[in-house]
């Protein structure tokens, strides 16, 4: 049986600051789908991208529904350590990703305008877990000039370069944001189940934000996949260890939706080179590659991310994309 300890051989390889923080404090969970314990380990791994704990967490895949979560977690109070100031989503901008960051929204501008194709001119859109604002930037920038937009994010870090940017965020979370009911015609969940404790509750809290007819865009990880199969017993990139929580496939996604009470409109794939590119970065710095090398595969090496996008545009053709795109709607009963 995996436990979620660090062992001397785990120790050894995370060295440095890391090996000196103390352990996290986590907690136990259920399968937020199922409500029951009935799972089995998939996976073991560490914090290899930021190197915020000492400790080792294991992925558990729910026999039930085959949804993998993270058991235990880290407390909700550990909020602050596991999302350090550099995590990538509270500054992604062109000054520190370059090229990635120009390539990355070309392609978001042009799928968030899919996602609100048949808003009218003066629909309002809520970004549930926006970071530092950057699909509601290019909203913005690229969207009708009469949307209007609101975001709410949980960091007080990824607020605060949000407002910087003229956006009106509110910190906290869905659950507690000072937004109307029934208000809004399109909510996006880009890259925000996989991050929180309850994705049902979270779920929940955005079709109560939807006019009747509203639509709700998830976009999240895709645990069916070859990268997964790959890489998925400790590298993979998807999990993200320790911040992603609950990891989905298509059923699961579906489930989620309908026990939110809406109408899956859409469930399919979108390419990302993410996970892939991610996966061989974690594996390097598990086995103590040179910085150097470890480098060549982050968000900010254009060349590995270039290559990556072009194999998974290949699985993408047949809808084995690395990310999972669910289109929900709030029905008018």
């Known amino acids: 049986m995996l436990a979620a300890s660090t062992t001397p051989a785990a120790e050894g390889r995370i060295g440095g600051l890391a090996a000196e923080l103390p352990s996290l404090r986590l907690v136990h969970q259920r399968c937020c789908l ?17 190197r915020t704990s000492r400790d080792s967490f294991v992925a558990m895949r729910c026999r039930r529904c085959g949804l993998i979560y993270l058991n235990p977690r880290p407390a909700a109070s550990e909020f602050d350590r596991i999302y350090p100031p550099a995590y990538h989503a509270f500054d992604f901008s062109p000054e ?87 208000s809004f015609d399109l909510a996006l969940l880009i890259a925000t189940v996989e991050h929180v404790e309850n994705p049902l509750q979270l779920m929940q809290a955005a079709a109560r934000l939807l006019r009747p ?74 086995r103590g590659y040179g910085r150097w090398i470890i480098e060549r595969f982050s968000l900010k090496a254009p060349l590995a991310l270039a290559a990556f996008t072009i194999l998974d545009g290949c699985f993408q053709i047949f809808r084995r994309g690395a990310l999972l795109k669910l289109v929900a709607e709030k029905p008018h009963v």
């Open 34 to 50: 199922c409500g029951v314990e009935d799972a089995e380990p998939v996976a073991v791994g560490e914090d290899f991208e930021y």
């Open 96 to 182: 520190s990703f370059g090229l990635a960051h120009r390539a990355r929204s070309r392609l978001e501008a042009r799928r968030l305008l899919a996602y609100g194709k048949h808003l009218g001119p003066r629909a309002s859109i809520v970004d549930v877990g926006c970071g530092d604002g950057f699909h509601l930037a290019l909203l913005k920038q690229y969207g009708q000039p009469g949307w209007r937009l609101a975001g709410v994010d949980a960091s007080e870090r990824a607020v605060a370069a949000a407002r910087t940017r003229g956006l009106d965020v509110h910190l906290g979370t869905v659950e507690t944001a000072p937004l109307t009911p029934a």
């Open 213 to 286: 007819g509203g639509r709700v865009v998830v976009v999240t990880d895709n645990t069916a996949t070859l990268d997964f199969r790959w890489f998925g017993a400790r590298h993979w990139g998807g999990y993200h260890f320790p911040r992603h929580w609950n990891l989905f496939h298509r059923p699961a996604l579906r489930r989620l939706a309908e026990l939110a009470g809406l109408e899956v409109v859409e469930l399919t794939t979108v390419l990302s080179p993410v996970n892939w590119v991610y996966s061989i970065r974690n594996r390097l710095a598990d």
